[in-house]
C-alpha cells in the first residue's frame, strides 16, 4: 500500500496532543478514535492495514489516535470517556474535512461518533458504526459482565508490560479468535509498543461508565450499523440495541467472531460492500467488474457460486481441474477476492448471473 500519508498533531484545551492523520481522496470520511491504534504502524499491520487501505481507496479518510496511545500524547492525566467528543471535535476542527462528511465509528468510538452526530447534525452526511455498544461495562445489567471488566483491568496492571506476551495473547484472542498466528503477534507487539501498561487500564476503566442509551433516539442522520454475530467484545445483542434504538437505521449481521474483521473473511467484503452501498461510493472497477469476466470464466463463477468442486466444474465444463484452478485464479484476481468465499460473497452481493 502506497505511504501517502500525512500526520500532524493539535492540542486540546486540557494541553493534550492528539495526532491524526490525511489520506485517500473522494468524499470526506472522518474515523473516530479507538482501542489500541498507531497511525504508522497500522498503515502496515495484517489487523488493520486492510482498513486503512479500503477506506484510503473510497474516502478522503480522516483518523487519529486517541489521547494515551499510538502517536498521540502517551501520559495525559485524565483519559475518561468525558473525553471523547471534545477530541473528536478537535481533530475535526483541524482537519476541516469538507462538509457534511461521513462519519464512521467502530467499538468505542461509536460513542463519540453518535454524540458528535446529535450535536452537529448538519456537518454529518451519513453515520456507520460497526461493533459498538451504548453502555460501558460498569453499567451492564449482568454481574458476570462487571466481574470480567474488573478482572481484565486488574490483570491489565499486573500483566500488560511483562516481556513474555501471555497476558497480551489473552487479549488479543478476544479481538481476533481467528487471527492467524502473524496476526495475533502483531498484536502483541501493538499493545507493547502503543500505550503502557498503567495507561492500558485507565484506557479500559474509561470505557466502563459511558453511556449514550438515553440519546440515540435523537440521532437524526442516515445510519448503518454493522456488528459480528459471535463477537466476544461487543456482543451482537448491543450492536442491535444500537439499530433498534436509532430512527430508521439500517442493520447488517456479519458472520464472524473477531471484532476486528480480517481481511479473508467474506465478513470483510460483506462490511465493504455494504458501507459502498449505503455511501453511495462505487469505484469503477467494482461497478464493472464482473462484466470484465470473459464468458469461461463467468461459467466458472456460476459453477462456484452453485456450490461446485473444482473437479465438478471440470466435468461439467469438460476441461481439466488445472485450468479451473488457473481460471479461479484470475476471477479471484479480477473480483479482488482472496478464496472461494469472497469470490461467491461478491458474486453474490452484486447480483451475478451466469
Known amino acids: 500500500m502506497s505511504s501517502e500519508q500525512t500526520i500532524r498533531y ?5 494541553q493534550v496532543r492528539l495526532a491524526w492523520a490525511r489520506s485517500g481522496s473522494g468524499p470526506p470520511l472522518v474515523k473516530a478514535s479507538n482501542w489500541i491504534t498507531h497511525l504508522e504502524y497500522d498503515w502496515v499491520s495484517p489487523v488493520w492495514q486492510h482498513w486503512v487501505r479500503f477506506l484510503s481507496e473510497h474516502f478522503t479518510l480522516v483518523r487519529s489516535d486517541e489521547r494515551g496511545c499510538g502517536l498521540s500524547q502517551r501520559d495525559p492525566e ?7 467528543l471534545p477530541d473528536l471535535e478537535r481533530v475535526i476542527d483541524a482537519a476541516e474535512p469538507e462538509q457534511p462528511f461521513l462519519l464512521l465509528g467502530l467499538s468505542q468510538g461509536v460513542v463519540p461518533a453518535i454524540l458528535y452526530t446529535i450535536k452537529y447534525p448538519q456537518r454529518v452526511s451519513r453515520l456507520v458504526l460497526y461493533g459498538g455498544y451504548m453502555r460501558g461495562w460498569a453499567l451492564s445489567h449482568n454481574p ?8 481484565l483491568i486488574e490483570f491489565t ?31 502483541d507487539e501493538l499493545c507493547a509498543k502503543t500505550i503502557a501498561p498503567k495507561m492500558a487500564a485507565e484506557l479500559l ?11 440515540i433516539g435523537k440521532v437524526s442522520v442516515p445510519t448503518l450499523v454493522l456488528h459480528a454475530n459471535r463477537d466476544r467484545i461487543a456482543p451482537l445483542k448491543q450492536g442491535q440495541e444500537l439499530a433498534a434504538g436509532i430512527p430508521n437505521a ?3 449481521q456479519l458472520d464472524s467472531p473477531n471484532h476486528i ?6 465478513a470483510w467484503q460483506r ?3 455494504a458501507v459502498l452501498e449505503f455511501t453511495g461510493v462505487r469505484s469503477e472497477s467494482e461497478s464493472e467488474v464482473l462484466s470484465s469476466l470473459t464468458g469461461r470464466e463467468r461459467e466458472i463463477l456460476g459453477k462456484l457460486v452453485s456450490g461446485m468442486t473444482n473437479v465438478e466444474i471440470g466435468k461439467a465444463l469438460f476441461i481439466s481441474e488445472k485450468t479451473v484452478r488457473n481460471q479461479l485464479t484470475r476471477i479471484f484476481e479480477k473480483l479482488g477476492a482472496s478464496n472461494r468465499a469472497q469470490a461467491i460473497v461478491f458474486a453474490k452481493d452484486h447480483g451475478f448471473q451466469a
Open 10 to 14: 493539535v492540542t486540546t484545551d486540557d
Open 78 to 84: 485524565d483519559v475518561s470517556h468525558q473525553h471523547w
Open 144 to 151: 458476570d459482565t462487571i466481574r470480567m471488566g474488573r478482572a
Open 157 to 187: 496492571e499486573l500483566g500488560w508490560g511483562r516481556p513474555d506476551p501471555l497476558y497480551r495473547r489473552l487479549f488479543t484472542k478476544l479481538f481476533l479468535p481467528e487471527g492467524s498466528e502473524e496476526q495475533l503477534l502483531w498484536c
Open 205 to 215: 476503566r474509561s470505557r466502563s461508565q459511558a453511556d449514550v442509551t438515553g440519546m
Open 250 to 252: 439500517q442493520f447488517v
Open 261 to 266: 474483521l480480517l481481511e479473508h473473511e467474506p
Open 271 to 273: 462490511f465493504c460492500d
